[in-house]
């Protein structure tokens, strides 16, 4: 069976047809499309088979955070949760997190993709991050709790043009992405120095140059189509995180005042 439909299998996201859309009128997630069983991914009832999205952007607001491996995404998201109180989620953290999950039927797969720098299929990632999504609205952090509207930093994702529509249509209405630009000469040297100590699987030559191409073939044309749409904020990652950083502040604030 191709893999695409073992995934769709495993996850009983192979009833497309008989889906209703969820209601957007609530930050929960709807259950109203929930799968007939309980999947492995040990996620609650919710579907990504829908065409509302189960998150209605007017509650939630999502930042994509894109930019080549090694950029500093990771670096500068932490810096970003700790003043204005965004949830972090990671798209390659929670697929390491599913690989190492001992029931996972997918851990295998999810290993082999990340060691050839490949984007692993998309039904996977999106269910993490709704998941994830859900989770964290149901149990807030205390600054939510205190008043600031919920806020989310997707960070490496989406890389495809698939896993940009299905979120938008399916999970949330991304508002912005945050784009971090750099050259590859800068980030090799920054991953090289990670890989010293990180046990990353992905952080040696052999699978940075092959994460590079799929960054320039597959992942630059989303960041075209949101450029597009005048949603993207490029930001130059070269020099220091404090400096960085103080352009990312420049960037969050106009789009938050939006
Ligand atoms: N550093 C950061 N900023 C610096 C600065 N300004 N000056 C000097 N040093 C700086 O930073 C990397 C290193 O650089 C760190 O040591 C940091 O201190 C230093 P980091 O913030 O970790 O960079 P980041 O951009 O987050 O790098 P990462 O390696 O995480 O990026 P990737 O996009 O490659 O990795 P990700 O985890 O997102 O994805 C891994 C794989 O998962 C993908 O290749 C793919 O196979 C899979 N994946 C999917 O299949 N689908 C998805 O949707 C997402 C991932
Ligand atoms: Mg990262």
Redesign the pocket.
């Known amino acids: 069976m191709p893999v695409i439909e073992t995934i769709k299998k495993a996850l009983h996201l192979d009833h497309s047809s008989t889906s209703t859309p969820a209601a957007s009128s609530s930050t929960a997630p709807s259950s109203s499309t929930a799968p007939a069983a309980a999947t492995d991914l040990a996620v609650p009832a919710t579907s990504i088979t829908h065409e509302t999205p189960a998150f209605d952007s007017k509650d939630v607001t999502v930042l994509f955070v894109l930019?080549?491996?090694?950029?500093?995404?990771?670096?500068?998201?932490a810096n970003l949760v700790n003043d204005y109180h965004f949830v972090h989620l990671?798209?390659?953290?929670l697929?390491?997190a599913e690989q190492i999950r001992p029931d996972s039927e997918f851990g295998a797969m999810?290993k082999d993709?990340?060691k050839?720098?490949?984007?692993?299929p998309?039904e996977v990632?999106v269910k993490l991050l709704e998941t994830a999504i859900g989770d964290a609205l149901k149990s807030p952090p205390a600054a939510w709790a205190a008043g600031t509207s919920p806020r989310f930093l997707i960070?490496?994702?989406?890389?495809?043009m698939d896993?940009a529509h299905k979120f938008d249509d399916s999970v949330c209405a991304s508002k912005a992405v945050l784009f971090?630009s750099c050259t590859e000469e800068v980030m090799l040297e920054?991953?090289m120095?990670?890989g010293k100590t990180?046990g990353?699987e992905?952080?040696n030559k052999e699978s940075i140059i092959k994460?590079f191409r799929?960054?320039i073939e597959t992942s630059m044309p989303v960041v075209e189509y949101y450029r597009g749409r005048n949603r993207v904020y490029e930001i130059p990652?070269?020099?220091?995180?404090e400096?960085?950083y103080a352009k990312v502040r420049v960037a969050v604030d106009e789009i938050l005042a939006k």
Do not use: N, W
């Open positions: 930019g080549g491996p090694g950029v500093g995404k990771g670096t500068q998201c990671s798209a390659g953290d697929l390491r999810i993709y990340i050839e720098g490949k984007i692993v998309m990632t960070d490496g994702f989406p890389r495809k896993q971090f920054r991953l120095e990670r990180s990353r992905d952080d994460r799929t960054f990652a070269i020099g220091s995180k400096d960085v």
